[in-house]
């Protein structure tokens, strides 16, 4: 890639708004690496890496007797357990007790 004036005034735009290195390879038809090289070539003030969020924790990883009713959907990060304390006797919390169990009627109310 031939790096031009406007080119890198454009780079130096997009790194300073803060936009990800492979979203400003994708916007000026090159590489994330061509990116990276670049803006260390030039000097341009490193960013802060951000610390990873920590993992919410697998349902074998739970401790004790907590509640393991699923939250959000499996495979995304944001997919969890509530982790509240557990209600004597049941897999979930007080409140998810009250949603994953329903009571039986009687066989009079069943048959009519």
Not at 5 to 17: A, G, Y
Not at 24 to 32: E, F, P, V, Y
Not at 83 to 103: F, L, M, N, R
Request: with cysteine; aromatic share 6%.
């Amino acid at each position: 890639m031939e790096w031009t004036p406007e080119k890198v005034d454009e780079l130096t735009r997009l790194w300073d708004s803060g936009i990800p290195t492979a979203e400003i390879g994708r916007l000026m038809g090159c590489t994330k690496n061509t990116v990276i090289g670049k803006v260390h070539r030039l000097g341009l003030t490193p960013r802060k890496v951000m610390a990873p969020k920590p993992q919410a924790p697998r349902l074998l990883e739970l401790k004790g007797p907590v509640c393991c009713w699923p939250i959000g959907h499996p495979g995304t990060p944001e997919f969890r357990f509530c982790g509240a304390p557990a209600a004597p006797g049941k897999p979930y919390c007080a409140e998810h007790v009250a949603v994953a169990y329903i009571k039986q009627r009687p066989q009079r109310e069943r048959a009519a």
